[in-house]
């Protein structure tokens, strides 16, 4: 075991932080390459010590570690504001497990079978609305179908006022400023200006979501429904379950429906963005979407989030000292995967920076390389649910349309919205009707 703490810039806690933030893309690659696979990093208010880690080994190692000694939940504090102390995010241990049990079942295979339709019925009447030869902006088209598409798996199809209400709001809410950001950390910013905005429009939401809970509370036909709050709501009884609070259920719902948009919505227009890049791939992506071919759809989604991650790490927080990757790390670390330093290790992809879906279809993908769902017990619950809504709404543009680029068009880059790598022009693409 090395003694040493890892290595890593000396430059003031307050510069990493800013260049952490906000540059990320550009910090991680560099210090990776001053300072080798392991180093360490000082990102106060998010954390004072964070060690970042990419080799697979070291990945293996992480995900695989006992739950109890690394905290994810502790390690996501910073969506605690939003969030709620009770989210999936933020729990850990034995909270976590429960929360974790009760949530599951409604993103396996089974209910993922049931919500195809669902998804496959939106996604038509969106790109119904597209108009042949102009512009999309398939970043805010994708959001506003995506959100669409989670408020009816987590209320179910009835209750078109409440999800009017709440679509505004949503919206609203994920995109933070870094502004808002600092009145998280400086409370007593939220009675002004933007920070008092922000938390009006949290309290309009929780309002809402109290209202619908009280509401659903009444219903009389729980058992026929397959939404997830309806779900959540028949935990007690003969299930061995406590029933869920008021508090725990907002918690949950408000997790769901803002892990459950934005991501997508980010993977389905960088994926957009390169098919019009790529004439070729995307003659390749009409075929099987026209031929029901949805390993090679789920493999352009892959590559998009191989390519351009949409979340750039996961968080544990170490509850002991701890030997990790062979560095012995004291208590309360923060040990970062970086899903954006694995995605461009060469020894990871060959062709690092060349779009190739085909490296999912021919099982060059090793173990501990792929990591944009994180891992572990911690892996994100709504993976397969992205990869199914993905599929489907890749299928329902490539049979309608083809894509191009705008004349004069710039290349896309990332930008981190709120805590998503998004494009930052908004992928916006020409569609033409087929
Ligand atoms: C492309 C889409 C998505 C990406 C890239 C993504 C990414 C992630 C990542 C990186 C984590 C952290 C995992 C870890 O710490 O190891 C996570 C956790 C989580 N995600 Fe996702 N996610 C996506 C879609 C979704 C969807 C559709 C839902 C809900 C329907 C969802 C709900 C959650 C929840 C509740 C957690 C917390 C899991 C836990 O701590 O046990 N995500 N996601």
Known sequence: MRSAYPPGP????????????????WLLPAMARRYGDVFALRVPPYADNLVVFSRPEHIKEIFAADPADLHAGEGNQVLGPVMGEHSLLLVDEDEHARARRLLMPAFNGASLRG????????????????????????????????????MRVVFGVTDQHTRDQLTPRLHKMVDISPIVLIGWVVPSLNRYGPWKRFGDNQT????????????????????????????????GGDTGDAPLT????????????????????????????????????????????????DKFLEALLKESMRLHPVIASTARKLT???????????????????ILLA????????????YRPSRFLDNEVEPNTWLPFGGGVRRCIGAGFSLMEGT???????????????????????????????????????????
């Open 392 to 434: 489907v709404v890749l299928r329902e543009v490539l049979t309608r349309y083809r894509l191009a680029l705008p004349a004069g068009s710039e290349a896309e880059r990332g930008r981190v919205r709120n805590i998503t790598n998004v494009p930052r022009r908004r992928a916006r693409i020409v569609v033409t009707a087929r």
């Open 10 to 25: 000396r430059w003031p806690a307050a510069v990493q932080s800013v260049l952490f933030q906000r540059h990320r893309a």
């Open 115 to 150: 919500y195809r339709d669902l998804v496959s019925d939106l996604a038509k009447a969106e790109v119904d609305r597209w108009i042949t030869n102009t512009e999309v902006i398939t970043l805010d088209r994708m959001n506003a179908l995506t959100l669409d598409v989670i």
């Open 204 to 235: 309009e939401i929780d309002n809402l979501l109290y209202a619908e809970i009280a509401e659903r509370r009444r219903a009389v036909d729980l058992e026929e429904r397959s939404d997830v709050l309806s779900r959540l709501l028949q935990v």
């Open 320 to 338: 002991r000292e701890q030997e990790i990757g062979g560095w012995k790390l004291p208590a309360g670390t923060v040990v970062n995967t970086s």
């Open 246 to 293: 008021d508090a725990e259920l907002r918690d949950q719902l408000v997790t769901l429906l803002l892990a459950g948009h934005e991501t997508t919505a980010a993977a389905l227009s960088w994926t957009l963005y390169e098919l019009a890049r790529h004439p070729e791939l995307q003659h390749e992506g009409y075929t099987a979407a026209r031929d029901g071919d």
């Open 343 to 354: 995605h461009q290790r060469s020894d990871n992809y060959p062709d690092t920076w060349t």
